[in-house]
């Protein structure tokens, strides 16, 4: 049937084509949660949250069970900027089922961001209860206590998450910018080198970078700037920066060339902000 047919085609990564068979499994039955829930993920996939959203809110009317069309919802919602959405049906979720650890781990990212550490830490424990060992979410709560300047439980997590997942490129820098909370900017580098190695990133260069900076070594700062410039043409932090160690070397025509350069980027508003990162 329509519904079958289009479970195979979700699986072979056709969505579109999903989408035309659950909206034909709908049509001749109307009352089918689990088409419309299914059709949500199919719009997901798609990139239209905006109908996965109808979807699974339709999946819910017809089921108010389906813990996981809640949970869906939430991160479309998310994925909207709907904090408030994406909350109440995390927390939806959780009610129907209490051992649903992604749900957990979706509400603490989202207490994190809204600064409820606090709530962000109690989301977390839930989820490791249920998955002791799930290296996001031993990353996620070593994120949290870091949050709530608790470095030495955030160190061991993220140590723990690491023994796990030993290539983990965003876990290599999350521990760097743990040691560098700490103050132990050597360690914080030797943490950017492994991700460096494994992700060459611009932002993982610039980060590299501002430690040597602080340590007042001024060529390899340069270096690591210059490459983060190479990656990442329009970052005017990185050309500023570049710029400040010229000036610790006392070579103010290449300091004043970067910082020329940091102010004419910093003019076009898409190249204000820096490369985006990660987060668990």
Sequence with gaps: NHYNRANALFADKNFAGAVADYSEAIKIHPAYAMAYYSRGNAYV?????LKAIADYSEAIQL???NARAYYNRGLANRRLSNISGALGDYTQAI???????????????LYRT???????LA???QALRVNPKQPDYLHGRALTYARMKRYDEALADMNASLEINPKSA????????IHADMGDRLRAIADLNEAIGLQPLATRYFDRATLHLELKDYDKAIADYSEAIRMQPNYPSAYNNRGNAYRAKNDNARAIADYDKA???RKTPAATASPAGGGA
């Design 45 to 49: 996939e798609l990139r239209d949250d």
């Design 63 to 65: 089921d108010a069970t």
């Design 95 to 109: 009610r129907l089922d209490a051992n649903y650890d992604r749900a957990y781990q979706s509400r603490g990212i």
């Design 114 to 120: 809204t600064n409820e550490l606090d709530k962000s």
């Design 123 to 125: 989301d977390y424990n």
């Design 170 to 177: 965003i876990g290599f820098t999350a521990r760097s910018s």
């Design 263 to 265: 102010i004419e980027l």
